[in-house]
C-alpha cells in the first residue's frame, strides 16, 4: 500500500514536471530576441510611464500593470523604459506559456497527457500566441485568464463544490481585469450554475469571488471613479466610432482573415467539425459547449468593432485549436483502435507540417527583424550627410526615440520623423524643401487610412511608390502584419 502512494506521489510528480518543462521551453523561445527597443510597438511608450510614475489612463483593467510591477521587483533593472518595457514583456512571456499549458491540461484532463502535449505546443507556438508574448499588451493576459476560466469551469463541473466555485468566480475575475472583452467569459460561468441549478448561496459565492478579483486588482481606480469613468467612455468610442487611423467598418473580414492566415486549415476545418459534434451530441458537458462555441462568441462580438486589429483574434484563435484537438479526441474514442490510429496520424502530420510553415515564418521575422537590417543597411551604406524622414512604424533611432529608449545607438544620418505616418503631416514637396534626402516607410501605408478621408496619406504614398527611386526593400514571409512593421521600403526623393 505504502508502495502505491509513493508511486503515485512520483507519478504526479512526473506530470508537474512535464507542464513545467513544457511552460519553461516555451518562455526560453519566446524569450529570443526579446530585447527590442520601446518603440517598435505603437503602445509600448504609454504604458512604461504608466508604472514609472503610477499615472495610469485607465483604458484598459489593470491585470497586466499589477502583474508588471510585481514582475519589475522581482527582476530588478534599473527605473528606465526600456528595461521596464521588459518587466512587461516577461509577464506576456509567462502568461502565454501558462495559457498554453492550462489548455493543454484541459485536454489532458479527459482525453489523456498525449492530447494535452498536442495541444499545449499547437497553442504555445501559434503565430498570435507567439507574437503577442512578445509585447508588452493585455491580450497575453487575457488569454491566460481565459484558459484558468475554462479549466476552472471542467473542475467545478465534475466537482460543483463551494471551493471550485470560488475558483471558477475568481478566474472570471481575471478575464476581466485583463481586458473588457473578458466580461464574456462570464457566458460558461451563468451557463453552468443554470445547468447545475446553483442554490442562492453558489450564486453569491461566484458573483463575490469574481467582484472581490475585479476590485484587488483594480484597486488604484476605486478612488478616481470619474476617471476611470471618462477612459471607459473614451475607449467604447474608439470600438464604435474608431480610433484615427485605425478605422474600419462592420463588414470588414479583417479578423477572419488573419484566422485564415495563422492557423493551419485543418485546425480551422476541425474547429467547425467541433460545432457540429456538439450540437448534435446534446446536452454535452457545459466544458465541451464552451471550448466549441466561445470562438463564435469572441469572433461576434470583434465582428461588431469598428477597430480590427490582427491581435484581437487571439481568444479566438488558441480556443480554436483547443477546440480542434478535442474533437480529434472524442472522435477517436469512437473509432476501432487500427482507425482512430489512422485518423490521428493524419491529423497530426497535417496539423504538424501546417503548424511548423506558420511558426517558422513568424520565427523568422523575430530573429531577423527587418527593422534590423534597415538601420544597419542605412548605417553602412548611406552617406553620412544623409537627411531621413522616416514613419515612426519604421523603428529608426531617430533624437526622439533614441532619447526614450537608447538600446540601438543613432544613426550618423539625421534622421526626423513626422508623426506615425509620413503621409498624414507631409508631402514629398514639403520633404525636400526640409532637406530630407531619403525616407523609410512602412509598407502597403496606403491601405491604413481612414476610410472617410483617405486621400492625404494614399496620395503621398503612391507618388513617392510611383516616382521615387527605391534603394532598400525589406518584405518579410510572415503571415502576422501587425504591430511589427516587418516591410520596410527605403527611397531616395532627390530630384
Not at 530588478?76 to 518587466?87: S, T
Not at 469571488?209 to 486588482?217: G, H, R, T, Y
Amino acid at each position: 500500500m505504502e508502495h502505491s502512494a509513493q508511486t503515485a506521489i512520483l507519478r504526479r510528480l512526473g506530470v508537474a514536471g512535464l507542464w513545467l518543462a513544457i511552460v519553461a521551453a516555451l518562455v526560453a523561445i519566446y524569450s529570443i530576441r526579446i530585447g527590442f527597443p520601446v518603440y517598435w510597438h505603437p503602445d509600448e511608450p504609454t504604458k512604461v510611464p504608466q508604472i514609472m510614475s503610477g499615472g495610469y489612463n485607465f483604458n484598459h483593467p489593470q491585470l497586466l500593470l499589477r502583474l508588471t510591477a510585481i514582475s519589475k521587483w522581482l527582476l530588478g533593472g534599473a527605473d528606465i523604459p526600456h528595461d521596464v518595457a521588459l518587466a512587461g514583456r516577461a509577464v506576456s512571456m509567462i502568461c502565454s506559456a501558462l495559457a498554453a499549458a492550462a489548455f493543454g491540461l484541459l485536454l489532458a484532463r479527459p482525453f489523456g497527457i498525449a492530447f494535452g502535449i498536442a495541444a499545449a505546443l499547437l497553442i504555445g507556438l501559434s503565430p498570435l500566441v507567439y507574437e503577442n508574448a512578445h509585447y508588452f499588451k493585455e491580450d497575453a493576459t487575457l488569454l491566460f485568464a481565459i484558459s484558468l476560466v475554462l479549466l476552472a469551469l471542467q473542475i467545478a463541473e465534475e466537482k460543483f463544490s463551494m471551493a471550485h466555485l470560488g475558483l471558477l468566480g475568481a478566474a472570471a475575475g481575471l478575464a476581466i481585469a485583463a481586458k473588457y472583452i473578458g466580461v464574456l467569459m462570464v457566458l460558461p460561468v451563468v451557463t453552468l450554475l443554470v445547468v447545475k441549478r446553483a442554490s442562492p448561496l453558489q450564486w453569491a459565492i461566484v458573483i463575490g469571488s469574481l467582484l472581490a478579483v475585479v476590485l484587488a486588482v483594480n484597486y488604484p481606480a476605486l478612488n478616481r471613479l470619474d476617471e476611470v469613468a471618462t477612459a471607459f467612455t473614451r475607449e467604447w468610442g474608439r470600438v464604435t466610432a474608431g480610433q484615427g487611423p485605425a478605422i474600419r467598418d462592420f463588414r470588414s473580414p479583417k479578423i477572419l482573415l488573419t484566422l485564415w492566415n495563422t492557423l493551419p486549415a485543418i485546425a480551422i476545418a476541425l474547429w467547425i467539425v467541433c460545432l457540429a459534434v456538439r450540437l448534435r451530441r446534446l446536452p454535452g458537458t457545459v466544458t465541451a459547449w464552451a471550448i466549441a462555441f466561445m470562438p463564435l462568441v469572441f469572433l461576434v462580438a470583434l465582428q461588431m468593432s469598428v477597430i480590427k486589429v490582427d491581435r484581437y483574434a487571439l481568444p479566438a484563435a488558441a480556443m480554436m485549436l483547443a477546440a480542434a484537438v478535442w474533437v480529434c479526441a472524442e472522435i477517436s474514442r469512437d473509432l476501432r483502435p487500427r482507425q482512430a490510429a489512422a485518423f490521428l496520424g493524419i491529423c497530426l502530420v497535417i496539423a504538424s507540417v501546417s503548424s511548423a510553415r506558420l511558426f517558422k515564418e513568424t520565427f523568422d521575422g523575430y530573429v531577423d527583424d527587418n527593422r534590423l537590417r534597415m538601420i544597419q543597411w542605412i548605417r553602412d551604406k548611406l552617406p553620412s550627410d544623409a537627411v531621413i524622414a522616416a514613419d515612426q512604424l519604421a523603428g529608426l533611432p531617430d533624437p526622439d526615440n533614441f532619447a526614450f529608449d537608447p538600446s540601438i545607438p543613432p544613426l550618423p544620418q539625421k534622421v526626423i520623423r513626422q508623426g506615425a505616418f509620413l503621409g498624414d503631416t507631409a508631402t514629398i514637396e514639403s520633404l525636400r524643401a526640409a532637406g530630407v534626402t531619403h525616407v523609410v516607410v512602412r509598407m502597403p501605408a496606403e491601405f491604413d487610412f481612414r476610410q472617410e478621408r483617405p486621400t492625404l496619406r494614399q496620395k503621398f504614398y503612391l507618388r513617392l511608390y510611383a516616382d521615387a527611386k527605391p534603394v532598400r526593400i525589406y518584405i518579410a514571409n510572415g503571415p502576422v502584419r501587425r504591430p511589427a512593421p516587418v516591410n520596410l521600403r527605403l527611397y531616395d526623393i532627390r530630384m
